[in-house]
């Protein structure tokens, strides 16, 4: 791994310089890394500015597209091998900055991670089915039904459909293919993750409203939902009843200040 460096300033920034959005580390740089990284350069919604990825050639390839460009070599700081070796780098960096041997700058690196889930709803009887599908001839298009009490609703990646049981019309209404990847959901996922992070940044609001708005709900709630899914697993496996507040004390608060201590 290389030696820690200072946060890069604007005369090397590279190919996202123009953006005033958060900046993120990507994790991964494969399809999926690429398939969020592109409207994020697209639509300015932040600045890509680390890349973590094992492969060397993976590596190259999406940091001259979204980071540093064509026209000069990465700097130590914009790329690493394995995550853990960038939490290294940012806590040496830190320590220096703390020890006076470098100065912080307005724009130090602030990470974020991409998150995807689904669920299935179930409210009064009537129920929701949303499914993105692969192997198959509709694949990773979106297609779902809901059931109610006066009608049923039906779409695709191209349609929803409205059906009234009373009158028994049914209308249908096209709709935008949001970018690519599982039906458009990528793109429109990578929106919603990056806009309450460029209103904080823009001072226009303060984390948790603009989570709300963008969201629905906060990151803490979205962080609790997948670590219940861990809990309901070990239920499963090991039989037993979970109690939810001693597993996300022993599970991930320990474990937080654990890692943080190192």
């Not at 409210?123 to 509709?138: E, F, P, Y």
């Not at 979970?242 to 943080?260: G, H």
Request: hydrophobic share 35%.
């Amino acid at each position: 791994m290389s030696s820690p460096m200072p946060a890069p300033s604007k005369s090397t920034s590279g190919v996202n310089s123009k953006c005033n959005g958060p900046r993120i580390l990507t994790i991964g740089a494969g399809a999926q890394g690429h398939t969020y990284a592109e409207p994020i350069a697209r639509l300015h919604l932040g600045q890509i500015v680390v890349v973590c990825e094992p492969i060397p050639f993976k590596r190259t390839e999406f940091g001259r597209k979204y980071i540093w460009g064509a026209h000069r070599p990465p700097l130590p700081h914009e790329e690493f091998e394995d995550w853990k070796d960038f939490v290294a780098y940012e806590l040496s960096r830190r320590e220096r900055v703390t020890a006076g041997e470098i100065k912080e700058l307005d724009k130090r690196t602030k990470l974020g991670r991409i998150g995807w889930s689904f669920s299935h709803s179930f409210v009064r009887g009537n129920w929701r089915r949303h499914d993105i599908a692969a192997a198959t001839k509709k694949i990773c298009e979106r297609r779902g039904r809901i059931y109610g009490t006066t009608g049923e609703i039906t779409y695709d990646s191209k349609t929803i459909s409205v059906h009234s049981f009373a009158s028994g019309d049914t209308v249908k209404y096209p709709t935008k293919l949001a970018g690519k990847g599982h039906g458009g959901g990528d793109e429109s996922m990578v929106e919603n993750f990056c806009r309450p992070a460029q209103a904080v940044v823009s001072r226009e609001m303060e984390a948790s409203a603009s989570q709300r708005l963008w969201l629905g709900c906060e990151i803490e709630e979205i962080v609790r939902s997948h670590v219940a899914v861990f809990a309901v697993e070990k239920a499963r496996k090991e039989r037993v009843v979970i109690d939810w507040q001693k597993f996300w004390r022993e599970e991930v608060e320990v474990k937080l200040q654990k890692e943080l201590r190192l």
